[in-house]
C-alpha cells in the first residue's frame, strides 16, 4: 500500500497570508494526486487532481504542483472561507489513499 | 447536478453486518467513466476508501477490508450499495458514497451517513 504523510498537521496563519502544506508518498505516484478541502460536518470538497489541475469552480488563489513522491498545495492570499482541514489523496495503481490531512487554523 | 445520498441504519451490533445504500439523483449511474465509491472517516481521522464498483458490476477493494466488504450496484434503481460484515468499534465512522471519476478521484460526495458499532 501506498501511505501519504502531510506537514504539517495544523498550521496557524492569518487572511491574507501565502500558505503550503506538503503531501509526501511513499514510493512514486508520477502526478496522479488530488487535493480536497473539508469543513467541520460537511463531504470533502475537490479542488485539484493530476497534481496542478484546479477544478472548475475553484478559486484561481489555490494551486497544486510536484510530481514522484511529494507535492505542495498552496494558498496564494488566506480568505476567511480557506480556514478548513486539506486532504491529499494518492490515485496510482488500483488502490486509493488519503492523507491524514493538514488543518488551517486562524492565527 | 448529480447528488448522492446515503441511506441505511446508524447503529450496529458488532459482528453484525453494516448495510447502506447511496442514491444517485440528476444523472444516471450507468454514464460517463464513474466509479461508484464508499468511503469511510472514523471520528477525527483522514477519509479512508473502501471501494468502487463500474456499472457493469466490475469492483475494486481496499486490500485492508476485501475479506469483508461487499459492493453491489442497480442500475434500474440507479443506486449501490454497501456491505461490511463482522463490524467491531473500529468500524465506527462516517460513511460517504461518492463518485469516481475515471477512478481516479471523488468529485461529487454524498451528505455521509453516521454508523456506530455498539451493543
Known amino acids: 500500500d501506498i501511505q501519504m504523510t502531510q506537514s504539517p498537521s495544523t498550521l496557524s496563519a492569518s487572511v491574507g497570508d501565502r500558505v503550503s502544506i506538503t503531501c509526501r508518498a511513499s514510493?512514486?505516484?508520477?502526478?496522479?494526486l488530488a487535493w480536497y478541502q473539508q469543513k467541520p460536518g460537511k463531504a470533502p470538497k475537490l479542488l485539484i487532481y493530476?497534481?496542478?489541475t484546479l477544478e472548475v469552480g475553484v478559486p484561481s488563489r489555490f494551486s497544486g504542483s510536484g510530481s514522484g513522491t511529494e507535492f505542495t498545495l498552496t494558498i496564494s492570499s488566506l480568505q476567511p472561507d480557506d480556514f478548513a482541514t486539506y486532504y491529499c489523496?494518492?490515485?496510482?495503481?488500483?488502490?486509493?489513499?488519503f492523507g491524514q490531512g493538514t488543518k488551517v487554523e486562524i492565527k | 447536478q448529480v447528488q448522492l445520498q446515503e441511506s441505511g441504519p446508524g447503529l450496529v451490533k458488532p459482528s453484525q453486518t453494516l448495510s447502506l445504500t447511496c442514491t444517485v439523483t440528476?444523472?444516471?449511474?450507468?454514464?460517463?467513466?464513474?466509479?461508484w465509491t464508499w468511503i469511510r472517516q472514523p471520528p477525527g481521522k483522514g477519509p479512508e476508501w473502501i471501494g468502487f464498483?463500474?456499472?457493469?458490476?466490475?469492483?475494486y477493494y481496499n486490500p485492508s477490508l476485501k475479506s469483508r466488504v461487499s459492493i453491489s450496484v442497480d442500475t434500474s434503481r440507479n443506486h449501490f450499495s454497501l456491505r461490511l460484515s463482522s463490524v467491531t468499534a473500529a468500524d465506527t465512522a462516517v460513511y460517504y458514497c461518492?463518485?469516481?471519476?475515471?477512478?481516479?478521484?471523488?468529485?461529487?460526495w454524498g451528505l455521509g451517513s453516521l454508523v456506530t458499532v455498539s451493543s
Open positions: 461518492a463518485r469516481g471519476r475515471h477512478s481516479y478521484y471523488f468529485d461529487y
Open positions: 440528476g444523472g444516471s449511474i450507468r454514464s460517463g467513466d464513474n466509479y
Open positions: 464498483i463500474y456499472h457493469t458490476g466490475t469492483t
Open positions: 514510493q512514486s505516484i508520477s502526478s496522479w
Open positions: 493530476k497534481a496542478s
Open positions: 489523496q494518492q490515485y496510482n495503481r488500483s488502490s486509493r489513499t
